[in-house]
């Protein structure tokens, strides 16, 4: 039973270059969530998808988007890369949005540098 | 504006003892609670959760204590193990799927 899976597991940029992030989710979930994980705090929520569509959205710019594919894979794009968006970039899946209660499982992470 | 506070930064506890790690939060709002475990270079694995209807949950060594009144969650890991020897983080939701997480406790278990 495959779990959730990230790609790459490391990326360095530069400031102003676009990237994508990857993910697929554990077997049977259907919810992916994104999160920044910054050195040395908790992962902070960038959004959700759900039925190929994004359901919820934390405090991040436009520059952060996504997409969830109809295999329930997704996305996570950032343009215009800046310093600050160095972190480690988790993925989570979710058993769907209509069992509630149900806990997340995050993927290894993308490591994303700039330079 | 932390909604969810880990006041310990680290904790360092004797194989065999108990390690109580501490949580507390903000918004009464909340109504899901869970306990990641996060090794260098992996990405959180989920321990254990509780819901607000409870005021505990045990799974084998883990057990979750919920004050709802006091707004505090505390994770027990009894006896602890070397091998629990990680970064402990707090989250909790509300009504949505979105998780806010604590900053983390590190965990050393010695010998």
């Known amino acids: 039973d495959a779990g959730v899976t990230q790609s790459p597991t490391h990326l360095i940029k530069t400031r102003g270059q676009q990237v994508t992030l990857r993910c697929s989710p554990k077997?049977?979930?259907?919810?992916v969530s994104w999160y920044q994980q910054a050195l040395g705090q908790g992962p902070q929520f960038i959004f959700q998808?759900?039925?190929?569509?994004?359901?919820q959205r934390g405090n991040f710019p436009d520059r952060f988007s996504g997409h969830q594919f109809p295999n329930y894979s997704s996305e996570l794009n950032v343009n215009a890369l800046l310093l600050g968006d160095s972190a480690l970039y988790l993925c989570?899946?979710?058993?769907?949005?209509?069992?509630?209660?149900?806990?997340?499982?995050f993927g290894d992470g993308t490591r994303l540098s700039i330079l | 504006d932390q909604q969810v506070k880990q006041n310990s930064p680290s904790l360092s506890v004797q194989e065999g003892r108990i390690s109580i790690l501490n949580c507390d939060y903000t918004?009464?709002?909340?109504?899901?609670f869970l306990w990641y475990k996060k090794y260098p270079a992996e990405g959180p694995t989920f321990l254990i959760s509780?819901?607000?209807?409870?005021d505990k949950n045990e799974d084998g060594r883990f057990t979750v204590f919920l004050n709802k009144s006091a707004k505090h969650l505390s994770l027990h890991i009894v006896p602890s193990q070397p091998g629990d020897s990680a970064v402990y983080f707090c989250?909790?939701?509300?009504?949505?799927?979105?998780?806010?997480f604590g900053t983390g406790t590190r965990l050393q278990v010695f010998p």
């Open positions: 509780i819901s607000s209807i409870k």
């Open positions: 077997s049977g979930h259907d919810t």
């Open positions: 989250a909790a939701s509300g009504g949505t799927d979105k998780l806010i």
């Open positions: 918004n009464s709002m909340f109504d899901y």
């Open positions: 989570a899946s979710s058993l769907g949005r209509h069992h509630s209660n149900q806990p997340q499982h």
């Open positions: 998808y759900y039925e190929e569509e994004e359901r």
